[in-house]
């Protein structure tokens, strides 16, 4: 009896499994699409990134100006002069280091400078270059003893002051242009009107998300809705948890900002005044002269092209920046040989510099075991309260 149901099919057993095969194909199915939208992305972005490099240096540049003209314009640099601006960069390039070091008790200068320009190589050569350039900060942080607890309080502080900067910015800039006499064209009046308005609202919602931790829940649990209003279009499923990454945020950061609120918002302001020393310099050393483009409008042109490198359309923002300066040094009365020239040698030193430094920073990271600790071992500090 038990022999003759041998190679038979059981019928509910039959059923079982055509539902099981009709659930796993359906799930195939809806896998599929999310999978196949991510490797687009990830194609996408890269070819994006490529099209707009290649047709800014390879179309735009050469439609603008002669490439013989801007190579003549950067030849004409005396070796004083090229000394000069050589250590200018320099410079820019460790104001970020003080700024890390303000944001992270406990971190040597030496630290930050390994971990700045090895992120910044990332962030200036890869797509979706932030993130990998952030995931290798807390890789080095870690090798050297902070906990995570640290790592993110000092990367987010950092992050959070230098968008206020790029925000505050364009107001100075439009204020400065204002009462200079220079003058400021309506769109650059309603950009900076905006940028008014932004800024009040980001410092507004940053004091009281440190207020308590009833306001830092609210304002989470608020932001997390409008992210999930903004995803959904893409069939990107609700955020969660943002109530109490606020409130964790606020118990991290509240002893460190207390503290060191002032020197921090210092630093960050000589950060960007620094870069913006480099692009005038540029422009100086080429031959654009004060009554050709001012400082204060250059300063201008500085400001909302910084607020274009926020969209990461390209790695660095190759490209799109160069257009920005580029077009709008030249409208605000430069010669465009020289404009040209100025800008391509300010990205040299302040975007393709970098690289090469970074490089040699990651790899000497890489060999050097002198500097590294146990997990979780570095220095105590009160300005951060510790956890893994």
Same mark, same amino acid.
């Given at each position: ?9 059981? *019928? ?29 992305? +990830? ?23 002669? $490439? ?39 971190? =040597? ?52 002051? /230098?968008?206020?900067? +790029?925000?505050?910015?364009?107001? &100075?800039? $439009?204020?400065? &242009? ?11 009046? $309603? ?17 009281? &998300? ?7 829940? #609210? ?16 069939? =990107? ?6 109530? !109490?990454?606020?409130? +964790? ?10 503290? !060191? ?8 302001? %000589? ?12 422009? !100086? ?15 201008? %042109? ?20 160069? %257009?920005? &300066? ?8 430069? *010669? ?10 300010? #990205? ?5 510099? *970098? ?11 890489? !060999? /050097? ?5 146990? *997990? ?5 500090? /009160? ?6």
């Amino acid at each position: 009896m038990t022999q003759s149901h041998i190679g038979r099919d059981d *019928p509910a057993k039959s059923a079982q499994v055509e539902a099981r095969s009709d659930v796993a194909t359906q799930s195939d199915i809806s896998a599929t699409g999310p999978r196949r939208r991510v490797r687009l992305s +990830k194609v996408l972005a890269p070819l994006l990134s490529l099209v707009i490099v290649g047709g800014v240096f390879f179309y735009f540049l050469p439609q603008f100006t002669s $490439i013989s003209d801007v190579w003549t314009s950067i030849r004409s640099m005396t070796w004083l002069q090229t000394t000069t601006l050589a250590v200018v960069a320099l410079w820019n390039l460790s104001t970020y280091w003080y700024l890390m070091v303000a944001t992270m008790p406990g971190l =040597r200068i030496r630290e930050a400078a390994v971990v700045t320009e090895s992120s910044t190589a990332v962030s200036n050569t890869l797509p979706a270059g932030g993130a990998i350039g952030i995931a290798l900060s807390y890789a080095m942080y870690d090798s050297w003893g902070f906990s995570r607890s640290r790592s993110s309080v000092s990367l987010t502080v950092a992050g959070v002051w /230098n968008n206020f900067a +790029k925000l505050a910015m364009p107001v &100075l800039a $439009i204020a400065l &242009l204002a009462f200079s006499g220079g003058g400021a064209s309506t769109s650059r009046i $309603i950009a900076g009107i905006l940028g008014v308005a932004g800024l009040i609202a980001a410092v507004t919602i940053f004091a009281l &998300l440190l207020r308590s931790d009833d306001m830092a829940r #609210r304002i989470g649990l608020t932001a997390g809705r409008i992210a999930s209003l903004v995803i959904k279009p893409f069939r =990107r499923p609700p955020v969660h948890g943002w109530d !109490r990454a606020t409130v +964790k945020f606020r118990g991290r950061t509240l002893l460190l900002l207390r503290a !060191r609120w002032l020197l921090i918002t210092i630093l960050t302001v %000589v950060s960007h005044l620094s870069l913006f020393a480099v692009l005038l310099l540029s422009l !100086r050393l080429v031959g654009v002269s004060e009554n050709e483009v001012s400082w204060v409008q250059a300063l201008a %042109v500085f400001a909302f092209a910084r607020l274009l490198s926020a969209i990461p359309l390209t790695p660095g923002g190759l490209g799109v920046i160069e %257009v920005a &300066l580029i077009t709008g040094l030249a409208a605000a009365g430069g *010669p465009r040989a020289e404009v040209a020239a100025a800008v391509l040698i300010f #990205r040299a030193l302040t975007y393709v510099l *970098p690289i090469p430094m970074g490089l040699a920073t990651y790899v000497f990271w890489r !060999r /050097n075991h002198s500097w590294r600790r146990p *997990p979780n071992s570095a220095p105590r500090t /009160n300005l951060v309260p510790e956890t893994t």
